[in-house]
Antibody
């Protein structure tokens, strides 16, 4: 079955770090880039950036440069999103999505992250 | 940075046609994609490259793109079409993807 399975919800304190996983199955993982998308409560979709699953390079949206890090473990077909020094405004649902010729044709179910003291 | 503007809401009666616009500078030169997001769920691709449908998406969904406006059209609207809809493009100048502001479609 072609799918992206994300890790479960997270509750973190300000200043902590978090790492969300996105495991691909049913297709060739290294043939498609993985994108990350954030959705704050009651807000729209916000593109965070992508990681090239073949060579491992990344492209970050300006708002997510610095504290966000994309990484891979191709041995288990998994992409990761790490955010350091969490702030309350990082509270959101984080989605991974497969990029296919410019569109995002396959999405994970999302990982809710709450940052609160 | 490139901006995509959508109307916040569109209301439509069942069986009628809903049109959702996405405005952007010379968007007609870009490949536009559309996503449907129902409450509490992940987005789903409904239109790619302005007018193509992924398998499983009803023919009632169609798209067009010209000039400064792209449009998603939902014909014979059903209650199940009630959702938020987002347009999406790649901006070559910034080397970034951009989502539209989103439109909530309400079926009356």
């Amino acid at each position: 079955q072609v799918q992206l399975v994300q890790s479960g919800s997270e509750l973190k304190k300000p200043g902590a770090s978090m790492k969300v996983s996105c495991k691909a199955s049913g297709y060739s993982f290294t043939s498609y880039a993985v994108n990350w998308v954030r959705q704050a409560p009651g807000q729209g979709l916000e593109w965070m950036g992508w990681i090239n699953t073949n060579v491992g390079n990344s492209n970050y949206a300006q708002a997510f440069t610095g504290r966000s890090v994309f990484s891979l473990d191709t041995s288990v077909n998994t992409a990761y999103l790490q955010i350091n020094n969490l702030k309350s405004e990082d509270t959101a649902v984080y989605y991974c999505a497969r990029e296919n010729q410019g569109s995002f044709d396959l999405w994970g179910r999302g990982t809710p992250v709450t940052v609160s003291s | 940075s490139y901006v995509l503007t959508q109307p916040p809401s569109v209301s439509v009666a069942p069986g009628k046609t809903a049109r959702i616009t996405c405005g952007g500078n010379n968007i007609g030169s870009k490949s536009v994609h559309w996503y449907q997001q129902k409450s509490g769920q992940a987005p789903v691709l409904v239109i790619f490259s302005a007018g193509d449908r992924p398998s499983g998406i009803p023919e009632r969904f169609s798209g067009s793109n010209s000039g400064n406006t792209a449009t998603l059209t939902i014909s014979r609207v059903e209650a199940g079409d009630e959702a938020d809809y987002y347009c999406h493009v790649w901006d070559l100048s910034s080397d970034h993807y951009v989502f539209g502001t989103g439109t909530k479609v309400t079926v009356l």
